[in-house]
């Protein structure tokens, strides 16, 4: 019988061979190797298994989503979408026999039937995955099991799963959104007056009467990396920075399990953002520091919007890793369950990133480095923009921290070839080609400020708080916004809203033309990437919100 080796992130489902460059099963320097596991001790751990149909609902979502089809906002409900994709009953059978062979019996699935969660011991996870051997790793006061060492499955297994989730993965470290004493010394003037929620919705032309009032709306953030938001904060935020706006001052759900201790500085930025910004709109938070020290947080948001009927319409998420620390079929299948999202209209915002271009230092030569989700295709990607100067707010320049670039996994979408290709064409002179995947999918699609926000957490106002992690719930909130007035003339939500916005080629928008982000350090390039220029451009996209033309755009 053949083997399929599984390397790295999850599993790397191969045929026969170790792939060579997911062959990093290394611990990051960050994680501490703590002890051995004892075998009695508990694991749970994600299939993944292989979907049906996965070409015809990438077409479907072209379908809708395209505001020239028949079809368009013609979405379809989670049950209409697991009948599309759940697997065949061969790759049911194959897998539920093989995990039943090893005494695997707690199991459960979703709605679309193509995850299955399996708790099971240390012991059983070893003799499931031959090679395997967990161990506890700790980072800060933050535990995990991982397993560090190569495994395999036979090939009659390895045919049905995409990827095994809780083996070999660490969460990414969590990023400083500050950029610190830097950004002070420019200007104490700039960092007494700062992004407050009335800054933004001036900028962006939002004014007091451009709160929800739709009963059927919502919109979300997700919390990962241990990061918890504090509902006194919210409260002491919005008595402090909302009152020239009807606004709601409290989450109305929370999904999952707050952790304690401290306020993060991260979720309490999303989440007092988006709630400024999509004013007066029912918000919920998804938030699982895991059951088990073997989950993956951000897979389990994936597992929730696959097994709830009624989610929020926009979700914002301030989350990503590079690419080359992922294996090409996790971010394939993660890419089809945004594919899945889009489908039951929902918009799935990703923060671009705060590294600029990145890069990646190999042997020979350095690349930059793109983003994982900012990568996807199917995600609409936010960058970030400065203001110009500290007294000039209304002018925004390009961001440096403002991640952007070209996916070395996903291909160039055909929404976004004729923008890509004309920015390609136009700005001189570009990076060596040597650095980047000119066929790929570029990124970002738009941004919004991303610089020197107030913040409240653990009770305290925060000042110079930055990143596109805030850039990303603005736009989020004003997508809510949008689909407020939609819901109030009978239309439906935006959904995957990129095909929609490249056809509108900057309209609504404020085009961002001015500034680079940083990328490579060396004597080619000397730390610059890619540059802002007229349209559509791999730092800031096309721009950023011009909130009443926006919503005039988007109201047919």
């Given at each position: 019988?053949?083997i399929?080796?599984?390397?790295?992130s999850?599993?790397?489902?191969?045929s026969?061979?170790?792939?060579?460059?997911d062959?990093?099963?290394?611990?990051?320097?960050?994680?501490?190797?703590?002890?051995g596991?004892?075998?009695?001790?508990?694991?749970?751990?994600?299939?993944?298994?292989?979907?049906?149909?996965?070409k015809q609902?990438?077409?479907?979502?072209?379908?809708?989503?395209?505001?020239d089809?028949?079809?368009?906002?013609?979405?379809?409900?989670?049950?209409?979408?697991?009948?599309?994709?759940?697997?065949?009953?061969?790759?049911?059978?194959?897998?539920?026999?093989?995990?039943?062979?090893?005494?695997?019996?707690?199991?459960?699935?979703?709605?679309?039937?193509?995850?299955?969660?399996c708790?099971?011991t240390?012991?059983?996870?070893?003799?499931l995955?031959?090679?395997?051997?967990?161990?506890?790793?700790?980072?800060?006061?933050?535990?995990?099991l991982r397993?560090?060492?190569?495994?395999?499955?036979?090939?009659?297994?390895?045919?049905?799963?995409?990827?095994v989730?809780?083996?070999?993965?660490?969460?990414p470290k969590?990023?400083?959104?500050?950029?610190?004493?830097?950004?002070?010394?420019?200007?104490?003037?700039?960092?007494?007056?700062?992004?407050?929620?009335?800054?933004?919705?001036?900028?962006?032309?939002?004014?007091?009467?451009?709160?929800?009032?739709?009963?059927?709306?919502?919109?979300?953030?997700?919390?990962?990396?241990?990061?918890y938001?504090?509902?006194a904060d919210?409260?002491?935020?919005?008595?402090?920075?909302?009152?020239?706006?009807?606004?709601?001052?409290?989450?109305?759900?929370?999904?999952?399990?707050?952790?304690?201790?401290?306020?993060?500085?991260?979720a309490?930025l999303?989440?007092?953002?988006?709630?400024?910004s999509?004013?007066?709109?029912?918000?919920?938070?998804?938030?699982?520091?895991?059951?088990?020290?073997?989950?993956?947080?951000?897979?389990q948001?994936?597992?929730?919007?696959?097994?709830?009927?009624?989610?929020?319409?926009v979700?914002?998420?301030?989350?990503?890793?590079d690419?080359?620390s992922?294996?090409?079929?996790y971010?394939?299948?993660?890419n089809?369950?945004?594919?899945?999202?889009g489908?039951?209209?929902?918009?799935?915002?990703?923060?671009?990133?705060?590294?600029?271009?990145g890069?990646?230092h190999?042997?020979?030569?350095n690349?930059?480095?793109?983003?994982?989700?900012?990568?996807?295709?199917?995600?609409?990607?936010?960058?970030?923009?400065?203001?110009?100067?500290?007294?000039?707010?209304?002018?925004?320049?390009?961001?440096?921290?403002?991640?952007?670039?070209?996916?070395?996994?996903?291909?160039?979408?055909?929404?976004q070839?004729?923008a890509?290709?004309?920015?390609?064409?136009?700005?001189?002179p570009?990076?060596?080609?040597?650095y980047?995947?000119?066929?790929?999918?570029?990124?970002?699609?738009?941004?919004?400020?991303?610089?020197?926000?107030?913040?409240?957490?653990?009770?305290?106002?925060?000042?110079?708080?930055?990143?596109?992690?805030?850039?990303?719930?603005?736009?989020?909130?004003?997508?809510?916004?949008?689909?407020?007035?939609?819901?109030?003339k009978?239309?439906?939500?935006?959904?995957?809203?990129?095909?929609?916005?490249?056809?509108?080629?900057?309209?609504g928008?404020?085009?961002?033309?001015?500034?680079?982000?940083?990328?490579c350090?060396?004597?080619?390039i000397?730390?610059?990437?890619?540059?802002?220029?007229?349209?559509?451009?791999?730092v800031?996209?096309?721009?950023?919100?011009?909130?009443?033309?926006?919503l005039?755009?988007?109201?047919?």
């Open positions: 019988m053949r399929a080796v599984f390397v790295l999850f599993i790397w489902l191969v026969g061979e170790l792939l060579e460059d062959q990093d099963s290394s611990v990051p320097e960050d994680w501490i190797l703590v002890e596991v004892k075998p009695l001790e508990e694991v749970e751990l994600t299939f993944a298994l292989k979907q049906q149909n996965v609902m990438k077409e479907l979502l072209k379908l809708v989503s395209d505001p089809s028949h079809q368009y906002g013609k979405h379809l409900s989670l049950e209409e979408v697991a009948a599309l994709v759940k697997p065949s009953q061969l790759t049911e059978n194959v897998i539920q026999n093989w995990l039943q062979s090893h005494g695997v019996k707690n199991c459960h699935t979703v709605v679309t039937r193509d995850f299955l969660q708790v099971m240390v012991q059983v996870a070893e003799a995955l031959p090679g395997a051997k967990f161990h506890r790793y700790r980072r800060h006061s933050h535990t995990l397993s560090t060492s190569l495994y395999s499955v036979h090939e009659d297994v390895h045919r049905h799963l995409d990827f989730g809780g083996v070999h993965r660490f969460p969590g990023k400083d959104i500050s950029k610190g004493t830097e950004g002070a010394r420019q200007s104490a003037l700039r960092y007494q007056l700062g992004a407050t929620p009335s800054v933004i919705r001036t900028r962006y032309n939002l004014t007091a009467k451009d709160v929800g009032t739709a009963t059927n709306n919502s919109q979300a953030v997700a919390q990962f990396l241990e990061e938001y504090h509902p919210l409260a002491e935020f919005m008595r402090l920075f909302a009152g020239g706006f009807t606004h709601m001052s409290a989450v109305d759900r929370v999904v999952g399990t707050q952790g304690g201790g401290e306020a993060g500085t991260e309490s999303d989440v007092e953002y988006i709630m400024s999509g004013a007066n709109i029912s918000t919920w938070v998804f938030t699982n520091p895991g059951r088990h020290e073997s989950q993956e947080p951000f897979l948001w994936i597992l929730l919007l696959n097994n709830m009927s009624a989610v929020p319409w979700h914002t998420i301030s989350y990503g890793d690419e080359d992922l294996s090409d079929a971010m394939k299948r993660i089809t369950e945004f594919m899945k999202a489908l039951r209209g929902i918009s799935l915002l990703f923060a671009s990133g705060d590294s600029g271009a890069c990646r190999l042997s020979k030569k690349t930059f480095r793109p983003s994982f989700p900012a990568s996807s295709p199917y995600v609409t990607t936010v960058g970030g923009t400065s203001f110009k100067g500290p007294l000039k707010f209304n002018y925004e320049v390009t961001d440096y921290i403002s991640g952007g670039g070209f996916s070395n996994v996903f291909a160039m979408p055909d929404y070839v004729g890509v290709q004309a920015y390609l064409k136009s700005v001189q570009l990076p060596p080609q040597t980047f995947n000119i066929t790929g999918r570029a990124y970002p699609d738009l941004a919004a400020l991303s610089d020197n926000y107030w913040v409240v957490t653990n009770l305290k106002s925060v000042p110079s708080v930055s990143g596109t992690s805030a850039s990303t719930p603005v736009v989020g909130g004003m997508l809510s916004l949008i689909n407020d007035q939609r819901f109030l009978g239309l439906s939500s935006l959904g995957f809203i990129n095909p929609r916005l490249y056809k509108l080629q900057g309209k928008l404020y085009d961002v033309t001015q500034g680079c982000h940083m990328s350090r060396d004597d080619k000397k730390g610059k990437g890619f540059c802002a220029s007229p349209s559509w451009d791999p800031t996209g096309w721009g950023t919100p011009n909130y009443p033309a926006l005039k755009a988007l109201m047919d």
